[in-house]
């Protein structure tokens, strides 16, 4: 299987069947812990468990056994997303129940190493949405403490409104008192553009970032949906006033839109923020149930503030160690794009882009360009931006080839941008800026690079990429005799 499929990630992770939201995401006795959305039996969202794996370096994943199953009570259509928290040194989680086409708030309490959980008799512990409310979802969690009270948002859509976040308060995790919506949307701004807020908020992440002393603000991530027409992940910059949310401004969190769906932040003992996202496939059901597998859980983004108290996102430091072979390092110009090949690259680009200057890289490349996936840079007077064409990325017409492009923080012209190529994942950088995407390439040979550039310069760096353990070992268990690797 896995030895055909050069779809398939090699250091991102993935697993077999359906995985989608980043879970529980928690650092615990010197390990990550990463659970998430999956279905063990098919590479299709169905009867949603929750799965589980530990890392001590972010990089290498464990896949441990199924952390919860859709059981018989509240959540026998699913254990939806949620969080993990420690209450009274009890490590407990936070999910959405699923059961007859709608959620509620359950609870499963865990063992000291987190890898066995039994669920509160009581589910749920929050037995309706607020009646006062006509609501058309309610489920996803974020929790955090505010002295001996816990607060917590749940993602939600008001009918004729628009998203919105409802903030309960407990002090014990099992009874819960609705405060009245944190924040609320509103549908009908901005209306097909990338910036619509939808008609519901999933998966939604309040935290505090910045340094205290010097403006630090709250950030309120969310995945605005439209039952499933409309998906992206946009995040609000405000503060945090009482039981409010003071929103100050509106931004999208990456250009991919869907690409990088229903993210989860945890902070680490160093105190940096972490991000997790689900990558979804940009390709049919039909070839996501012959590949066996649907999904991939983005690479760790370290994010950080600007002072103005948008986002800087980045690859965690950690996912420099995966760099294998320096490939290329010089004038971009220079680049030999007949010898630079491969599937597992690292491309870390310093640009300098005069007004009106273009600059085109090109990764998953056939020699005779008829499958290329192509980033353009543009600096107009509008400033600079990125896009992703991927009209070109495979000769199979049945995979997604939607545009995406966004602009990028830059006063002079000047870009960093790096793009990371891992088969079908493809995740990108430009100043702190992320383009997240998927691409499918048929042809054995779309392994090229290129670069070419109107005017200005380009410093590259390029590396192959490692596989991390775990995926390879995944590919020899999966490969039988006669299917040699690529
Ligand atoms: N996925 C979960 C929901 C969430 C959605 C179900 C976001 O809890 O709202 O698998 O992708």
Redesign the pocket.
Known sequence: LAATDPHRPEFHFVTAGWL??PNGLTFHEGLFHLFY?YNPYAPV?HK?HWGHAVSSDLLEWEELPIALTPGTGPDED?C???VLVHHDGVPTIM??G?KGGS?LPCLAFGTPDLTQWRKHPDNPVISAPPADLDII?F??HCLWQEGDTWRQVI?SGVRGVGGAALLYESRDLRSWTYLGPLLTGNAETNKGTPLWTGT?W??IDVFPLGDAGSGQHHIMVF?A?DHGVT?HTLYWVGQMEGDRFIPEGLHRLDLGGRFF??PQSMRDEAGRRLMFG?LQEGRSDAAQIAAGWSGVMSLPRLVTARPDGTLHQHPAPEVDRLRSRLLFDGDGSHLPTAELTGDQLDVELDVTLPPGATLEVKVRATPDNAEQTVYLLEHTTNGVRLSLDRSTSSLDPTVDTTPLSGSIPSSDGKVSLRILVDHSALESFANGVPLTARAYPTRHDALGIGLRQSAGQTTARVWSMNSTSRNTTAHTHRVSADLPRR
């Open positions: 989608n939201d959305q969202h949603i699913g939806w997303s949620g999910y959405s699923r959620e979802a489920r996803d993602g519901m999933e998966c995945s949906w998906m769906y229903a689900w």
